[in-house]
C-alpha cells in the first residue's frame, strides 16, 4: 500500500468522523444529569457524587431538551444564563430574567424530589447548588453547558412570552375620562334625538287638542 493510499484513507476516514459528529438531531433528549449518581453533596466530607463539569462535557444538548435532576431536599438547582452569578455561586443580586430558582417546594431535609429544567436559551447555560451558603457550589456541585438550536423548540415550549406588566390605577387615579360623542356622532346620540322630537310632536298635539275642547265648552270646568 502506497503513501498516497494511506493518506487518502486516513482523509476519508477524518471526513466520515467529522460529518457523523456534526450530525442534525433526530428527536430531543432527556439527559439525567450525573446519570446514576444524581444531583447529589456530601456535607460531611464537601464532595460531590460525581464529576459533573466531566458529565456535561460528554452530553450533546439542544433546545427542547430537558434536564432530569434526581435529587433531595439538601441541595438546590439554580439556573442562570448569568456568568458572574455562577462564579459567586450565589443568587444574591440576581435578575428574575436571568436567574431561576428550582426547589420542589420542600422544606423538610432528605427527602428526595426530581427536578426537571427545559432548556429554552439557544448558547451558554450554567447551573448549580447555593445550599450550604454557597459551599457545595465551590465544591464542584454546578457545571456548564452550551446549548445549540438541534430541532428548535418544539410547540409545547415556544410560547409567546407573557404580556408586561402595569401597574393597576391607585385609589387617587379616579376613574377613566368618559368621551361623550360630537353633537350628531353615536347611534345612542341620534336615538336620544328622535325620542325628543316624538315627546315634543305628542306634547304640541295635545295641548292643540285640548285647546278645541275649551273653544267648544266654553272652558274647562
Not at 433531595?72 to 436571568?98: G, M
Amino acid at each position: 500500500m502506497t503513501g498516497g493510499t494511506i493518506l487518502h484513507l486516513i482523509t476519508m476516514v477524518v471526513l466520515i468522523t467529522a460529518a457523523t459528529s456534526q450530525a442534525p438531531p433526530t428527536k430531543y433528549i432527556n439527559h439525567t444529569v450525573g446519570d446514576n449518581a444524581g444531583w447529589f453533596f456530601n456535607s460531611t466530607t464537601n464532595t460531590t457524587a460525581t464529576n459533573y463539569s466531566s458529565w456535561a462535557a460528554s452530553q450533546t444538548f439542544n433546545l427542547g431538551d430537558y434536564l432530569i435532576f434526581k435529587t433531595s431536599s439538601n441541595q438546590t438547582v439554580i439556573q442562570t444564563y448569568n456568568l458572574t452569578t455562577f462564579k459567586n455561586c450565589s443568587i444574591d443580586d440576581t435578575s428574575y430574567t436571568d436567574t431561576f430558582v428550582y426547589n420542589g417546594g420542600n422544606t423538610v431535609f432528605n427527602q428526595a424530589f426530581t427536578i426537571i429544567v427545559p432548556l429554552t436559551i439557544q448558547g451558554p447555560n450554567y447551573f448549580f447548588s447555593d445550599a450550604s451558603d454557597g459551599i457545595q457550589c465551590q465544591h464542584g456541585l454546578a457545571f456548564d453547558i452550551n446549548v445549540s438550536r438541534g430541532l428548535g423548540l418544539p410547540p409545547s415550549l415556544n410560547q409567546p412570552p407573557p404580556p408586561p406588566y402595569r401597574e393597576p390605577p391607585g385609589p387617587d387615579s379616579g376613574y377613566p375620562p368618559i368621551t361623550i360623542p360630537a353633537k350628531g356622532e353615536g347611534a345612542g346620540n341620534s336615538g336620544f334625538k328622535n325620542g325628543a322630537s316624538v315627546q315634543v310632536i305628542a306634547s304640541v298635539s295635545l295641548f292643540a287638542l285640548l285647546a278645541v275642547n275649551v273653544g267648544d265648552r266654553g272652558g274647562i270646568f
